[in-house]
């Protein structure tokens, strides 16, 4: 058995040894969102701006016994404005990363998807769960949970690439990627299927690089070997797979939560295909997962970075 939190410890220690991120806080007004971003800085994983209404943010730190020294507050007098405001710090190029404060996840990511001024990419924006799961050897991924609904099959070839490209962040030895839907085989009255077979032809087309990918996969037999032998699928993600690839909004955040409440498991969020990640933290979530989550942003900026030397 796995120690518990192990995976976590070892990305936060990653990234120890890299520089920290410059990352806009949007709205940390309780304890919970300060405190994470500032345990954070202390171990060198961002280096914050707290963007929100002044005097409410230095309140929560005097109440807290928090220490803001060093640490630049940028006024913001409501939610909306702080959810605007770290956007436009990215495009002044003073932050490289977004982190989600006490305010609804909708109002950061409206200002992040908005069409002028905000952050969009040619990439559909989806969120990835970093699932720390007792007993698992390593972490694995899950996406996406939180951000597209009900996604077409051309959405999920960019929910798609950003899994497999976070899972190269993460230094991943072998991205391998299951599809999942509720059956493994292709059956045209379940649409999950029909689009898992799809996403595997673009694999072979190379229109989605950098990963081993096979789907429909049940979940079963995606990430247990015995089960994919019996069922007698000859895969090499089969039983093996690292990143899940959802149907939908509701089976994944069923599944990240049934791991979270039923096995104990903790689960790092993070937004994707936006021009820099958006970290994405909840009240409810331990120190350790706030701390993964921002780890995980420092490396994807780290391989951001790797890949802008390559290519210069």
Do not use: W
């Not at 190029?93 to 990511?109: F, N, V």
């Not at 497999?164 to 009255?189: F, Y």
Request: glycine letters at 6%.
């Amino acid at each position: 058995m796995a120690r518990a939190h192990e995976k976590y410890q070892r990305l936060i220690d990653v990234c120890k040894t890299l520089p920290p991120v410059p990352t806009a806080v949007a709205h940390p007004c309780d304890r919970s969102s300060l405190e994470g971003a500032l345990q954070a800085a202390e171990l060198g994983l961002i280096a914050p701006m707290l963007v929100g209404p002044e005097a409410r943010i230095r309140a929560v730190a005097r109440e807290c016994g928090l220490n803001l020294a060093g640490h630049p507050v940028i006024d913001a007098p409501h939610s909306h404005a702080a959810a605007a405001r770290p956007v436009a710090l990215v495009h002044e190029g003073a932050a490289e990363a977004l982190m989600k404060g006490s305010l609804h996840t909708d109002e950061l990511m409206a200002a992040v998807v908005k069409r002028d001024g905000g952050l969009r990419t040619a990439r559909r924006v989806s969120h990835c769960f970093v699932m720390d799961v007792p007993g698992q050897e390593n972490p694995f991924i899950i996406s996406d949970a939180a951000i597209n609904i009900a996604p077409t099959l051309e959405e999920k070839v960019d929910i798609l690439q950003n899994a497999i490209d976070l899972g190269h962040a993460l230094r991943m030895q072998e991205v391998r990627v299951a599809i999942l839907s509720a059956i493994e085989t292709i059956n045209p009255k379940v649409p999950s299927t029909i689009e898992a077979a799809a996403l595997c032809k673009m694999v072979d087309r190379k229109q989605i690089t950098g990963a081993l990918v096979d789907g429909p996969l049940a979940l079963d037999n995606a990430i247990d070997l015995d089960a994919a032998r019996t069922k007698k699928i000859d895969s090499p993600v089969a039983g093996r797979a690292n990143v899940l690839l959802v149907p939908n909004l509701e089976a994944g955040n069923m599944l990240a939560k049934s791991l979270s409440f039923l096995a104990n498991a903790d689960a790092a969020g993070i937004v994707l295909g936006a021009r820099v990640p958006v970290i994405l933290t909840s009240r409810a979530d331990s120190v350790l997962t706030r701390l993964a989550s921002c780890a995980v942003a420092a490396m994807v900026i780290d391989k951001r970075r790797q890949d802008a030397e390559i290519s210069g």
